[in-house]
């Protein structure tokens, strides 16, 4: 969905190096959230946000951290990345009712090696 | 706890046939059920939803679903299948209370044989 961007597409880094992938949406919407997706366990939630001043850990938080600089930007960050990251993760959307579909961004395939 | 269930990693079926992909969930209470298709190299596409009232489901390209609450199953349904329906398909649950976040399962691969 081109309302919802993600940059970049593709990163192959280093163990130990810190990375930023950085979310940008024109939905207007409110809440934000970061997964990432792994063959076999689908998709899981590493944080979500539900305004610009409200930041909350997922399933999976530990080793990420986020930055919500407005309502349309969503930055997921890896302190110092470590192979086990290696994933796709994808950015997504929603309106505030909880009935809101997500809506998903094209993803940022991250390598760690 | 709430989670998704999703038995078959594969699905096979002849173009032109019935598909079913199968989902099961566990939430407490009353949940919001959701089916997403990824095509290769791209994001999660919304398909359908249930969110209350009639079990069954219409959604895009044609898919269905039927809400089962004595099976706790939420099967993803087309009466007919097309080559390009051939992707990954998610089932999503969310709880109606807490904190609304979506549940994936892991996946079920359809592929449909010309």
């Known amino acids: 969905d081109a309302d919802v961007t993600q940059t970049p597409r593709n990163r192959i880094t280093k163990t130990g190096k810190r990375i930023m992938l950085e979310c940008s949406q024109t939905k207007g919407h409110d809440r934000m959230y970061w997964y990432r997706q792994d063959p076999g366990l689908g998709l899981r939630l590493i944080y979500y946000s539900f305004d610009v001043k409200d930041i909350n850990k997922g399933e999976i938080s530990d080793g990420y951290s986020v930055s919500r600089q407005a309502q349309a930007k969503f930055s997921l960050s890896l302190e110092s990345a470590i192979p086990n990251q290696t994933a796709l993760y994808f950015c997504?959307?929603?309106?505030?009712?909880?009935?809101?579909?997500?809506?998903f961004g094209p993803g940022t395939r991250l390598t760690v090696l | 706890a709430q989670s998704v269930a999703q038995p078959e990693d594969q699905v096979n079926v002849a173009e032109g046939n019935p598909l079913t992909v199968k989902c099961t969930y566990s939430?407490?209470?009353?949940?919001?059920l959701f089916w997403y298709v990824q095509y290769p190299n791209r994001g999660l596409q919304f398909l359908l939803k249930?969110?209350?009232?009639?079990?069954l489901v219409k959604g895009s390209y044609g898919f269905e679903a039927e809400f089962n609450k004595s099976q706790t199953s939420f099967h993803l349904k087309k009466p007919s299948a097309l080559v390009s329906d051939s992707a990954l398909y998610f089932c999503a649950v969310r709880a109606k209370t807490g904190a609304n976040n979506l549940f994936f399962g892991t996946g079920t691969r359809l592929t449909v044989i010309p």
């Open positions: 939430v407490s209470g009353n949940p919001y």
């Open positions: 249930y969110i209350t009232g009639d079990n």
């Open positions: 997504a959307t929603s309106l505030s009712p909880s009935t809101d579909t997500q809506y």
